[in-house]
Nanobody
Framework: VQLQASGGGLVQVGGSLRLSCAASGSIVSIDSVGWYRQPPGKERELVATITTGGSANYVDNVKGRFTISADNAKNTVDLQMNSLKPEDTSVYYC??????????????????WGQGTQVTVSS
């Protein structure tokens, strides 16, 4: 199983970016996917999550600005970020919870992190 995060970059205050998290491998199911971020010198924090049923949740300081969406057929989860602020500058990570995958005839379940993608918002 592999999670590939992409879409980060440099943007000015008020701008937009769209992050994408793509899961690949012998995946049977994924319960939910979350986007996290880790600002410089701070701990990693949850930004938004979405279940395979489409239920989304956001941390308060991104509500109304960020939108998380999933394409279950493609195993991708996107994070549309609008009205970006300097405090949104972070390395963003995606995490898949309760990933069930197969190796041969055996099934395994685990949580899986993708690599980070840098988002920098300049003022």
């Amino acid at each position: 199983v592999q999670l590939q995060a992409s879409g980060g970059g440099l943007v000015q205050v008020g701008g937009s970016l769209r992050l994408s998290c793509a899961a690949s491998g012998s995946i049977v199911s994924i319960d939910s996917v979350g986007w996290y971020r880790q600002p410089p010198g701070k701990e990693r924090e949850l930004v938004a999550t979405i279940t395979t049923g489409g239920s989304a949740n956001y941390v308060d300081n991104v509500k109304g600005r960020f939108t998380i969406s999933a394409d279950n057929a493609k195993n991708t989860v996107d994070l549309q970020m609008n009205s970006l602020k300097p405090e949104d500058t972070s390395v963003y990570y995606c995490k898949a919870d309760r990933v069930t995958y197969s190796i041969g005839s055996a099934l395994y379940t685990t949580n899986w992190w993708g690599q980070g993608t840098q988002v920098t918002v300049s003022s």
